[in-house]
């Protein structure tokens, strides 16, 4: 069993930056391969980057592609989202995940509960 607890979102301004922690419980953290996701008003829930339990090797969509970057450091049962030049349609409930991923998909066993990003013009 793995619990995760995302912190770190917030309001910023268009062009800002932002780091989202997910801290997790469970001894068996590094079993797994971790994601962050979100979900927009009135939107499905969308991948945004991942990165494998080993090896480090990280994946990201197209939209934030150059401007996210995803760690974590399994000494500290964490997972980070850096997001720079921030825009409006970043805004959304920023989730992180943690599960099995492949180069085409993510299987998601655990949700965190989400941490808020609103992203101003």
């Known amino acids: 069993q793995v619990q995760l607890v995302e912190s770190g979102g917030g309001l910023v301004q268009d062009g800002d930056s932002l780091r989202l922690s997910c801290a997790a419980s469970g001894r068996t953290f590094s079993s797994y391969s971790l994601a962050w996701f979100r979900q927009a008003p009135g939107k499905e829930r969308e991948f945004v980057a991942a990165i494998k339990r080993i090896g480090g090797t990280t994946s990201y969509a197209d939209s934030v592609k150059g401007r996210f970057a995803i760690s974590r450091d399994n000494a500290k049962n964490t997972v980070y989202l850096q997001m720079n030049s921030l825009k409006p349609e970043d805004t959304a409930v920023y989730y992180c995940?943690?599960?099995?991923?492949?180069?085409?998909?993510?299987?998601?066993?655990?949700w965190g509960q989400g941490t808020q990003v609103t992203v101003s013009s």
């Open positions: 995940a943690a599960g099995r991923y492949s180069s085409a998909w993510f299987a998601v066993d655990y």
